[in-house]
């Protein structure tokens, strides 16, 4: 069984109107084995914010469903959403998403504190992330005092610290410079080794070329697939570079090909 | 040109602003207009008239106007601090397109005095329409029975329009500050950042709270001199500034402090609604702490307003049957140096006689005199009014007049015939009764306006003095008691050379007439006028003061004055109820849009609704009963004051007072509970709308 099923999944925005209703999702279906590390990328518009969404269970699609560890999402009520999400998916977002009013100690507490775990096994499950996220020293302040690559660090810590099955990042590296960029993707590559299954959104080439399986969204709908296979970095920037090319060009139907 | 500019970017940045700035706006209107009708109802000719209380109210509304004023600047730089902190990325922004941060002071300037500008006329506007209002139906409540010229209130006007210019330019000056300091990094952050700590919140909670101690001392010893607070007036308003200042100090320094011993607790830290509420509680703690004070101290003056209206109506009802308890009285106080001049008491009775009310009248002739109590033993032979007197009073922190008593020397002759009793008095020995219960049981002996010394008569049954009801000389606030001395005749007993002792006022005189009417109103009415014209013109004025009054016609009077002032009361009771109100709503609505996306950013995470929900009541608890709590308090230890006021103007007395405090706090309760839940209900609406996909 597959960690993550997404099936003909549809998202149809539509106005009051019902004139001019946008599909966001058209179709979309792919499974995510345990220990994946996949890129999603795609022109602005092309879906792959709304698909994150989807997965990370912020919004309902129109049709289809998504299945994590064989129980699907959209069946779950409203009221156990919340406590599904805190157990079983991490987030990481572009603008770190953290609480001005708690020190990053307490932010990376949180999902804990809501779960209602208790201090010691909260402060163990920290001492073990600490040593490879290198955020000792900051724990004590608050997010507007440290830089963004200590903010998003431990944003990371927040959704490691309560092992979720997947780990969902949009934009991880957005407002990060290209050393700090450069520092979390090593990090996210060191959680994957160790098992962790993550789904990155990006529009960075750098990024995306550190994963091991690459999605192409175009038009709602999956575009081309690459898996690294036994690819070095560099070269599968180039295969990126050359399919994205593609993909900005009027390529009309969606083709689906195994890379080599 | 750059005025243009700046002028049209004030105005759209206002307008672009409006969830912003629109409480602020909102505070200063109702302040400004709360300011202009204390103010301008304290310098109205009408209110002066009001029975005895008219003067005290004028004076008390004076001070509850400054009293806003002053408190317009702290609640008023809370409401702006709140803006400006919402504000300034957007300054921030300017500066980082190219307008220097100097170059932005007129701007901040325009923004300011285009807000004043709408607060001041929005303010004065609805505060002349209310003030009005209040006016107008005061003066159809008193149905005339005053004289009411137009009312000018420009006065009024151009002192808010001054105070609050003031106002404004010490917010305008606190941005400037806040603009010039900051970097313009800091500017755009500035959102987010907490609010900077108190550096020493232990030092100023011991100092709020001895301030706060102080102000209490201070009620207690202004309530308990047994004299009107009106002569106090600057100690009043000292103690109230200290109250409001320590009240500021214990919240701000108090819920850091608190935050801050919650946070050490960290098992009671970690936990789900604990976590939330305590940080962002710390998170904002100056204008938490600014909030719930400026709640706190507007409870209290709705608690104290409150108190006086009810004390008042309930005083009122009182209030006519005990100053006026017969249907007719004739009063004659012989003036000074004089004893009573018997061809005036000759011509009331003949006056009475011709009007057939003979049989209906009873009178007594009494002399009345400050005496000095020590020890069970009534002096009278003491001059309470030398300066040698007055040194050798016992000097109390809280001075009382439990060593005065009014004594009211009448015969046994007019007490027979009155009580119908047949008392006989040895030589040397004397009858005393007082209407205050119980007084008379500790006096042992009397010393006699010439030295003798006199002894009690104790009798199983001594009847009271129940057909003749006197006002007390001095009111009930005075604490000066009245004690009846029944001696065998009155001028041996004071000393036949009465000239020496009236001279400086020692002994006064009265005859007193009391007639029962058994017709109708109109009737008693027109008696009563008869018998004064037939009076002012056969008296001799020159020896004596003469007061002639029906109870008829007093009453109405009253109850249209009386109305007048109860009428007023609950007016200004229920304008700080509303300020109150606006003010709990306006921290709500304010720190719904604040939390918002931080409740956005949790529900990301993982807080259910359920969740957001327990946070946001465990959060209301702590923020709703503090503020009441320490209201209570304060009205409790302001008592004394209410209390002393009420006794000197109007029938008052301690169970009265009592029973009107617990009244007005249990009101005003359940008044502010249903604010809360209602505007609470408004804070979660817009937490859970904006958290929504």
Not at chain 1, 86 to 98: E, N
Not at chain 1, 132 to 153: A, D, F, M, T, W
Not at chain 2, 559 to 564: E, K, P, W
Request: aromatic share 10%.
């Amino acid at each position: 069984m597959s960690l993550l099923e997404v099936n003909s999944l549809k998202k149809i925005y539509s106005s009051a109107f019902k004139s001019n209703a946008v599909t966001a999702l058209n179709n979309i279906s792919f499974s995510v084995e345990e220990g994946e590390y996949i890129a999603i990328m795609g022109e602005s518009g092309s879906g792959k914010s709304t698909l994150l969404n989807a997965i990370a269970a912020l919004d309902t699609p129109t049709s289809g469903n998504i299945l994590l560890k064989g129980t699907d999402f959209t069946k779950i009520p409203d009221h156990k959403m919340a406590a599904f999400r805190r157990s079983h998916l991490g987030f990481v977002f572009q603008d770190f998403h953290l609480l001005d009013t708690l020190t990053l100690e307490e932010n990376i507490y949180l999902p804990l504190v809501l779960n209602n775990t208790p201090l010691h096994e909260m402060k163990r499950r920290l001492n073990a992330l600490i040593p490879s996220l290198g955020i000792g020293r900051i724990l004590k302040n608050y997010p507007y005092e440290v830089s963004g690559g200590q903010k998003q660090r431990a944003a990371v810590a927040r959704a490691l610290i309560t092992y979720p099955d997947l780990i969902l990042a949009d934009e991880p590296t957005g407002a990060l410079d290209s050393r700090s960029a450069d520092e979390l993707l090593n990090l996210f590559n060191e959680i994957n080794e160790n098992g962790q299954t993550i789904i990155m959104v990006t529009h960075s080439i750098s990024a995306a070329s550190h994963a091991n399986r690459i999605l192409f969204i175009k038009d709602g709908a999956i575009f081309h697939q690459i898996y690294r296979g036994t690819a070095s970095n560099d070269e599968l920037y180039n295969t990126i570079s050359k399919t994205l090319t593609v993909l900005m060009s009027k390529a009309p139907s969606p083709i689906r090909r195994i890379a080599n | 040109m750059k005025l243009k500019l700046y002028s049209k970017l004030a105005v759209s940045s206002i307008i672009k602003n409006k969830p912003l700035f629109i409480p602020h706006i909102l505070s200063g209107v109702i302040m400004t207009a709360v300011f202009f009708i204390l103010y301008a109802l304290s310098g109205s000719s009408a209110i002066e008239q009001l029975p005895a209380g008219g003067v005290a109210l004028v004076v008390l509304l004076k001070y509850s106007a400054i009293l806003i004023g002053f408190f317009s600047i702290p609640f008023l730089i809370y409401t702006n601090t709140t803006l400006f902190k919402n504000r300034a990325p957007e300054f921030g922004l300017y500066n980082v397109l190219g307008i220097g941060r100097i170059a932005m002071i007129p701007l901040l300037f325009l923004e300011n005095l285009l807000t004043y500008g709408i607060v001041i006329f929005s303010g004065l506007f609805i505060g002349s329409l209310l003030f009005k209002l209040a006016e107008t139906s005061l003066i159809r409540i008193m149905k005339g029975n005053i004289s009411y010229s137009l009312h000018l209130d420009l006065a009024a006007a151009f002192v808010t329009v001054i105070w609050y210019a003031f106002t404004f330019l010490i917010l305008f000056l606190c941005d400037s500050v806040k603009l010039l300091k900051n970097s313009t990094v800091d500017l755009l952050q500035t959102s987010h950042y907490g609010d900077t700590p108190l550096r020493h919140p232990k030092l100023s909670t011991v100092i709020g709270l001895f301030i706060l101690t102080c102000s209490y001392l201070a009620s207690f010893w202004v309530g308990s001199r047994g004299e009107s607070p009106t002569n106090h007036s600057l100690t009043c308003f000292n103690l109230t500034c200290g109250i409001i200042i320590s009240t500021y100090l214990l919240f701000v320094a108090g819920s850091i402090y608190f935050c801050q011993k919650l946070q050490q607790n960290s098992e009671f830290y970690f936990t789900p609604k604990h976590f939330i509420t305590i940080s962002s509680l710390k998170h904002r703690m100056h204008r938490n702490g600014s909030g719930l004070a400026s709640i706190c101290i507007l409870a209290t003056f709705v608690l104290l307003t409150l108190t006086f209206s009810f004390a008042f109506y309930r005083g009122c009802s009182t209030m006519l049957s005990s100053h006026y308890p017969n249907d007719l009285s004739i009063v004659m106080q012989a003036k000074e140096d004089t004893s009573i001049d018997n061809s005036n008491a000759e011509t009331i009775e003949k006056t009475l006689e011709s009007h057939g009310l003979t049989s209906q009248a009873s009178s007594l002739l009494s002399a009345t005199a400050t005496s000095a109590y020590s020890a069970g033993i009534i002096d009278m032979s003491a001059n309470v009014y030398s300066q040698e007197f007055q040194n050798s009073r016992p000097k109390k922190f809280f001075p009382n007049n439990d060593d005065l008593v009014d004594i009211r020397v009448i015969s046994l002759d007019d007490y027979n015939k009155l009580c119908k009793t047949d008392i006989t008095l040895d030589d040397n020995t004397v009858l005393i009764m007082s209407k205050t219960a119980g007084y008379t049981d500790k006096v042992l002996s009397l010393v006699g306006c010439d030295g003798h010394t006199y002894a009690i008569k104790t009798t199983d049954t001594i009847p009271p003095l129940t057909e003749l009801k006197y006002n007390n000389t001095y009111p009930e606030g005075s604490g000066i008691k009245e004690c009846y001395v029944v001696v065998p005749d009155i001028s041996s007993f004071l000393g036949t050379d009465v000239t020496g002792k009236t001279s400086y006022g020692y002994v006064t005189y009265y005859k007193e007439y009391d007639v029962s009417l058994s017709v109708s109103k109109e009737d008693q009415l027109s008696i009563g006028n008869a018998i004064l014209s037939d009076l002012e013109s056969s008296i001799d004025h020159i020896s004596s003061e003469l007061s002639c009054a029906t109870r008829v016609e007093k009453s109405d009077k009253l109850s249209g004055l009386s109305g007048g002032l109860l009428f007023l009361a609950f007016i200004v009771s229920l304008i700080f109820i509303l300020m109150a109100s606006l003010i709990i709503y306006y921290k709500q609505i304010s720190e719904g849009y604040e939390d918002s996306s931080q409740f956005d950013i949790m529900r990301k995470v993982g807080l259910s609704l359920n969740g957001i929900h327990s946070t946001v009541n465990f959060q209301l608890l702590l923020t709703f009963f503090s503020p009441i709590i320490i209201s209570g308090l304060h009205l409790l230890f302001l008592t004394p004051i209410l209390y002393r006021l009420l006794a000197f103007s109007i029938v008052c007395n301690k169970s009265i007072i009592i029973m009107t405090t617990i009244l007005s706090f249990c009101t005003y309760s359940i008044i502010y509970f249903s604010v809360y839940k209602f505007t609470s209900n408004s804070y979660l609406k817009r937490i859970a709308n904006k958290s929504n996909p």
